[in-house]
């Protein structure tokens, strides 16, 4: 059995898919389903006078309409956070607001009907008078003395400040700085916008007071958990939560919504199926946010270049309510990553999470570090032209060392690997770096606007272990878990709690799991996503789901290698040390003696038969494992962008993107390929395009995808990808994780480039046509 | 007020009395259960929803169930003859040119509208052709590949 790992296997899961043929919640079709609709606030912020929905009830075919203050009445509780930093102060958020509007979109009452149209119909006719407040919607100016208070009780709408670094080093290193180079950056608010658009359906079974709930979920396993403690109330084993097919999540599906406690408890109140699907204008106005950060940052320079201190306040807009892990994001993930791929000795971060009239913040692809690798990034280019030096060796003068890894950067992280230099150089040569300045100069000649840019970014991922994790912050463990059924026939299911919503794991998972079973990809099943049917489980974020979730695979693999190296022992009458398994082909042999080795099959049979097994042996071959990170994983890039700006009309075209990624081993190319290219351009779409923007009311003006620009099929030319491998030392398998590396590192990219071809210092995202214009005029 | 219309799906003859206004993709999605066309959006933006209507890619979140009155549909469930992938379907999945795959039914439906307008479409005229097709995954390199890679198994 050639190996898998590594090679280019065809995805498992896309036959359904291509024949439309996939399970996304939204088709889930039951008998007796009723529907449901979500009455929502028009206004940022107000008070609730009073809900009327005598005229909704009255309408054939409602079933039921529900306010806030039923779901209390009925025991729901409030939704918790999965993070919490130091003297946090974590607003109460219900599944519908009982009494006080925050965000335009807030839920103030549900509609069951039955049918869909019904229930929006009767949307219409629920009366619900509002007392409009004054509001706030920037981040920063929220914490402004006398800014609207969105919770009464939190002072300054602050609800956390944290630090990281060392004040005084950084104080020093910008003394001794030949320039200290100030700018204001605007890291803009983005919607996620998965092409799924969240759904919910619920099924109480009185008889046995069982509930079954299947949702959008990147991590149905942590949703169970909150669903049973905190907001629904029901016994954790009562409850099964399914994530069936997921149409992209890019970390919006991770977060406990507030749908997920409505959709079930009206389902057992009316004891009948319920079916929630979210339309996009929805969409807009309720799945958390990204990003949205207002920066003023220092960076100091020697004359050579050599970075000598960062210095950082960053005011977070974490809107309305904490979402599940909104604090995570502007802390650990974003200060955590500003020292990029530099040595920098002087580092200090400050950030300020603050509550404002807008739908809530969280995890957005990337999740804090394109944050952090957009302001280092930029601000490293406008030393660069200040100093007069080429961004590109301002880079390399202050990359670490290969030869310092793993390294210790002086806000939090270890990094465990990498070679900067040389992916750097990687990617220098595959763009052909020099050819491609002297084509810029001869263009710049002819007075065209050519600019190039270039980024270099790590990622944090896979990151662990749990004591360290929840000792920062975490309400829960950093672990994953795999088991192996392996069948009489020698047919294996394998249970992981990780969950894949794109990324294929149904491949990925099968081919590790064939590798160190010696079997083929076809003989294994991967099941994820039930926690049914799935032991227990974390889930897919944070770029971990190789690292973390292919390790568990790898134990539990080598558990059942090693019960049935004992088996064949038995079965060869050889001392069990003397037998080996043989991952090649899954037998086991006396050392020596291939030709007299047990098959797979064989071994498998006997935990059947149960008559042939060492003394003491339990019959049944299934073994579960548990995997928490020792460490994390810090994936890098280098990315080059060749950009073009027409003076006339401001319009940006990228001619070239040229991409070097480091994400350790690979487990199939063609997957991690695939998410490199959709999260390159994921991150050129914050850069050119995409931008959530609020009025002065609280109104989202880009609120539905007619307004709200993303990239569409004609944004980008052929992306040229590269890669360089440093295996990474944390994991058996020596992955990094590729899900947000190319979203990480492509905004700086695009965006530098753009400055380049301007030959000015700064402009904020998004850089449309109009804001390029009146910078060139 | 309801309307009686007859119509075929994947060649297969329906007679449905409806209400004026339900939309096409609803009639296909809860009233026949062809669950394959899905919906991503409500500004008729993402393309999510595409199908053929008497061989023309349109948009099933913008057409109303009795506009199809006496149409031909093909739906994504219709694309695979007696059982084998359409080459299209083949060619994505040989390029990787689907991810989560929600995106991937409409973006098969408007590829083979293209195809069939345009035998060998250039890189260019793909990507203007399927600009009216959202996709969060790929980054739609692949499946411009895809296409591209139809295009010859089709010729
Ligand atoms: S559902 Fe988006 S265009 Fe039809
Ligand atoms: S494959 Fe997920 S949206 Fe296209």
């Known amino acids: 059995m050639a190996k898998t790992v590594g090679t280019s296997v065809k995805r498992v899961e896309d036959p359904r898919f291509l024949r439309g043929q996939g399970t996304y919640t939204a088709n889930l079709q039951l008998p007796g389903m009723t529907h449901l609709a979500v009455k929502r606030s028009p206004h940022a912020h107000a008070i609730i006078k009073r809900i009327d929905a005598t005229r909704a009830l009255a309408l054939p075919g409602v079933l039921g309409v529900f306010t806030g203050k039923d779901l209390i009445e009925g025991g729901c509780g409030t939704l918790p956070v999965g993070w919490s930093v130091p003297n946090q102060k974590t607003p109460d958020r219900h599944a519908l607001t009982p009494d006080r509007v925050r965000h335009v979109g807030d839920g103030v009452a549900a509609v069951v009907a039955e049918s869909s149209y019904i229930a929006r119909d009767a949307l219409d006719l629920i009366e619900v008078e509002y007392e409009t407040l004054p509001l706030v919607t920037d981040a920063r100016k929220a914490a402004e003395p006398g800014a609207p208070l969105v919770h009464p009780a939190i002072a300054n709408n602050i609800s956390y400040e944290w630090e990281l670094g060392d004040k005084q080093a950084c104080a020093d290193g910008l003394a001794e700085a030949h320039i200290v180079v100030e700018q204001e950056l605007i890291n803009t608010r983005l919607v996620p916008n998965a092409i799924e658009p969240r759904a919910c359906v619920a099924q109480w079974n009185a008889p046995d007071d069982q509930m079954t709930i299947w949702t959008t ?363 080996v398994f043989d991952q090649s082909n899954g037998t086991a042999y006396v050392k020596g003696s291939p030709d007299k080795a047990k098959t797979f099959f064989e071994m498998a049979f006997s935990t059947f038969t149960a008559n042939q097994l060492p003394a003491g042996m339990e019959p049944g071959l299934e073994e579960t494992a548990f995997f928490d990170p020792t460490g994390l994983t810090a994936p890098n890039s280098a990315h080059i962008a060749q950009v073009e700006v027409d003076p006339a009309t401001g319009e940006v075209e990228i001619q070239r993107y040229v991409a070097v990624d480091d994400v350790g081993n690979i487990i199939n190319p063609m997957i991690v390929e695939g998410q490199l290219l959709g999260g390159i351009v994921h991150g050129v779409g914050q850069a050119l395009l995409e931008c959530a923007r609020y009025d002065s009311n609280g109104q989202l003006l880009s609120g539905s995808m007619m307004d709200y620009a993303m990239p569409r099929s004609n944004l980008m030319p052929m992306i040229e990808m590269g890669r360089t491998v440093t295996p990474a030392p944390s994991n058996p398998l020596g992955v990094k994780g590729a899900g947000e590396m190319g979203t990480i590192a492509s905004t700086p990219a695009i965006c530098n480039a753009v400055m380049d071809a301007l030959q000015i210092d700064h402009l904020d995202m998004p850089l449309t046509p109009e804001r390029i214009w009146q910078a060139l005029q | 007020m309801t309307h009686t219309i007859s119509l075929t799906v994947n060649g297969k003859a329906h007679c449905s009395v409806v209400e004026p206004r339900l939309l096409l993709v609803h009639y296909l999605r809860d009233i026949l259960g062809l669950t394959g066309t899905n919906i991503g959006c409500d500004t008729s933006q993402c393309g999510s929803c595409t199908v053929h209507m008497d061989g023309e890619a349109v948009k099933a979140c913008t057409v109303l169930a009795v506009q199809a009155d006496g149409a031909s549909i093909k739906t994504i469930e219709g694309m695979a003859a007696n059982g084998s992938l359409h080459p299209l379907q083949e060619a994505f999945r040989e390029e990787h040119g689907l991810q989560c795959g929600y995106c991937t039914p409409g973006m098969i439906m408007a590829a083979d509208a293209l195809l069939r307008r345009n035998h060998k479409p250039s890189e260019a005229q793909i990507r203007q052709g399927l600009e009216g097709n959202m996709c969060r995954c790929t980054g739609y390199q692949n499946i411009v590949k895809a296409v591209q890679n139809a295009a010859l198994k089709m010729a």
């Open chain 1, 217 to 579: 979920s990147q991590n149905p396993h942590p949703i169970r958990v909150l669903l049973s403690a905190f907001t629904l109330k029901i016994p954790e084993h009562k409850l099964r939560v399914i994530a069936p097919d997921v149409g992209g999540g890019f970390g919006s599906k991770i977060f406990h919504y507030p749908e997920e406690v409505i959709v079930p408890w009206v389902s057992r109140k009316i004891n009948r199926p319920v079916k929630w699907v979210c339309t996009r204008s929805e969409a807009f106005i309720t799945d958390s946010h990204g990003r949205d950060h207002v920066t003023v940052a220092k960076m100091g320079f020697k004359r050579d270049g050599t970075i000598t201190g960062l210095q950082v306040t960053t005011w977070a807009n974490q809107g309305a309510y904490l979402s599940t892990f909104a604090s995570l994001i502007p802390t650990i993930l974003y200060l955590g990553c500003i020292s990029g791929m530099y040595k920098v000795k002087g580092i200090f971060g400050h950030v300020f999470g603050t509550l404002t009239n807008t739908v809530p913040v969280d995890a957005v692809r990337g999740a804090g570090r394109p944050e952090a690798a957009y302001l280092v990034e930029r601000m490293i280019d406008i030393g660069a032209r200040r100093l007069k030096k080429d961004p590109w060796e301002v880079r390399h003068k202050n990359f670490i060392p290969a030869s310092e890894f793993p390294y210790q950067t002086p806000v939090a992280f270890n990094y465990d690997s990498g070679d900067y230099h040389a992916i750097c150089d990687k990617v220098a040569t595959l763009a052909d770096l020099k050819g491609m300045r002297e084509r810029q100069s001869e263009a710049r000649k002819a007075g065209r606007l050519v600019g190039i840019g270039f980024s270099t970014a790590i990622e944090i991922s896979g990151y662990g272990p749990s004591k360290v994790v929840t000792s920062i912050g975490s309400a829960l463990g950093m672990w994953e878990s795999a088991a192996l059924r392996v069948y009489p026939t020698g047919k294996v299911t394998l249970f992981t709690g990780s969950h894949s919503h794109g990324q294929g794991h149904e491949t990925t998972f099968a081919q590790i799991a064939a590798d160190e079973l010696g079997i083929a990809v076809s003989d294994i099943e991967v099941v994820h996503g039930d926690t049914g049917r799935v032991q227990q489980g974390v889930g897919t974020f944070g770029s971990r789901s190789g690292t973390v979730g292919g390790t568990a695979v790898v134990k539990a693999a080598a558990k059942v290698r090693e019960k049935m190296r004992r088996i064949a022992a038995h079965q060869l009458e050889a001392a069990e040390e003397d037998v």
